[in-house]
């Protein structure tokens, strides 16, 4: 399988003391020209939620040059839940990340709110992937996430095999 990493941006709120972005010279990755024989899209950060307009923008020309294409966004941002669940809504999936304790209430809103959307018929099957740092208590989720609980910062966050980690143009 063909995934790309793609950095849409390379702000984000938090100063994460191991964030693995440090360990790259993002603004020298290579530029994606081409959505073109990639069967899975990363779409990554920073905090993709930051700009969600340009988020959006990117889904839509993903799915215009490669409707074939799984389309997953990684994020830790909580605090807009209803821009969260229209993101979540447009893509195939989302790994979200618990950084903190405080992040557990407004996990928790969008949980239950995506909870009551895939309780009706117009709510697509998504793949929820969640991980929880380590130290993170209390934590129920409501829908099927597929958790990772207690992680810690990876020095050099190595990519997996068969993937490539790219840019888009206005980083």
């Known amino acids: 399988m063909k995934t790309l990493r793609l950095l849409m941006i390379k702000e984000c709120q938090r100063t994460c003391p191991g964030c693995c972005n440090k360990d790259w010279e993002l603004d020298k990755l ?35 040059e490669n409707p074939e294409a799984k389309i997953y966004v990684y994020t830790s941002d909580t605090r807009n839940i209803e821009r969260l669940s229209y993101v979540v809504y447009n893509v195939d999936g989302l790994t979200l990340t618990l950084h903190e304790q405080s992040d557990i209430t407004p996990f928790e809103k969008f949980d239950a709110l995506l909870y009551g959307a895939m309780e009706t018929d117009e709510w697509p099957h998504k793949s929820l992937r969640l991980n929880v740092f380590k130290g993170i208590e209390h934590l129920k989720p409501w829908c099927n996430w597929q958790i990772k609980k207690d992680i810690v910062w990876i020095k050099d966050c190595p990519l997996p095999k068969n993937e490539v980690f790219m840019r888009t143009k206005d980083l």
């Open 30 to 64: 290579p530029i994606c020209n081409s959505f073109k024989g990639y069967e899975e899209i990363i779409i990554t950060g920073g905090e993709p939620m930051m700009d969600t307009v340009k988020l959006m923008g990117l889904v839509y020309q993903i799915r215009d």
